[in-house]
């Protein structure tokens, strides 16, 4: 079985969607599909009707989700759509030079799409980009894992089961 993804990215400067770009490479090499979908002008139809996503976003303002991100978050606010067929997994960048704010950004998508019902699969992937580590590189390894636990998520889906998120 192979796991079927949009990547959803949330990113200022680019680097995101870089570490999109090297997680799609990881996930296809492992079998798996994965499409890549910026932001931009997105609003939360684009959870409808389900499946298996990934938040990949930056940090910025003052623990703020970057200004590609504001209206698609903004909208799954304001609209506040049943999101229970929806399951998630969430890489967040940020900087701890920003230590009260570190990763805010992926952090408040984890916490919206959690009240509506998602399911998140396994922890969020923190970057921290004071640390001098490539992001897209972490990532590139911590989503061969994950997707393992995304399998055993979408397995109990499609058997009916309606556990707890799938964590570690
Ligand atoms: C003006 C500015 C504000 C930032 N604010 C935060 C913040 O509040 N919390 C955090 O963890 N990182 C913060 N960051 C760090 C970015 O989230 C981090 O560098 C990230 O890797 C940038 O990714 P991007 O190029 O995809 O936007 C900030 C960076 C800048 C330049």
Known sequence: MALSLTILVGTMTGTADLVAQEVQ????????????????????????????????????????????????????????PDLSAVTYGVIALGDLTYKDTFCEGGMRFDTLLTELGARRVGEILKHDASSGTLPEEIAAQWIVPWAELAMVASTDTLAGKTTDAVSE
């Open 25 to 80: 490479t990881a996930l296809e090499t492992a079998g798996h599909a994965a499409s890549i979908r910026m932001m931009d002008d997105l609003d939360a139809s684009v959870f409808h009707p389900g499946g298996m996503f990934l938040i990949c976003t930056s940090t910025y303002g003052q623990g703020d989700v970057p200004d590609n991100a504001q209206a698609l978050y903004a909208s799954l606010e304001s609209e506040r």
